[in-house]
Every structure is written in structure tokens, then in C-alpha cells.
């Protein structure tokens, strides 16, 4: 079995921030990741409807994390991480 140098993976990074951009490429990486999950295909079993329907729901639920820089995807788009995490910004009352 080949060793792989450590160094060598830590100098280019594989797991990018998602910019606006990136946007559309991310939701189409999710929608494709999600295409046979069994919850999601109950919610639109007809596939042309799951094709429309699922990058409005993912970019509801997480698309303001591209906005506050806490979304991601891995090099070349071949995937992105389900959690994105939306900033929540608290007030404080005093």
C-alpha cells in the first residue's frame, strides 16, 4: 500500500467556502445527493417535481449560509455538506 504524504493533502485544501457563485452549483450537488433519500422522494415521488421542488426547499432551510460564509463544498462540487449552517444573530434586550 502507497503512504500519502500528509503534507501534501494539507496544501491544497479539498473543502472550499461556498460564495454566491457557487450557489446554484451547491443546491444542484444537494438535490443530486438527496435523489433517492426516502423521505424526500415520499415528499415529491414524481422525479420532475422532486427536480423543482428540492432546490427551493434546500436553499429555504440553508441557503443564508452561503451568505454569512458558512457553507461549503468539496473540491469540484462532487459534494457539500448537508448541515449548512444559518448565522443566527441574536438581540439582546436590556
Not at 10 to 34: G, H, K, N, Q
Not at 70 to 83: D, E, H, L, N, Q
Amino acid at each position: 500500500m502507497k503512504q500519502i504524504e500528509q503534507s501534501s493533502i494539507v496544501s491544497a485544501p479539498l473543502i472550499r467556502t461556498a460564495t454566491s457563485p457557487d450557489a446554484e452549483r451547491c443546491l444542484a450537488a444537494l438535490t443530486l445527493a438527496f435523489g433517492a433519500d426516502p423521505a424526500y422522494r415520499w415528499a415529491w415521488p414524481d422525479p420532475q417535481q422532486y427536480l423543482e421542488a428540492f432546490p427551493r426547499f434546500a436553499r429555504a432551510f440553508g441557503g443564508g449560509a452561503i451568505f454569512h460564509g458558512t457553507a461549503y463544498y468539496y473540491k469540484g462540487f462532487s459534494g457539500v455538506p448537508c448541515g449548512w449552517r444559518q448565522v443566527r444573530h441574536r438581540t439582546r434586550n436590556r
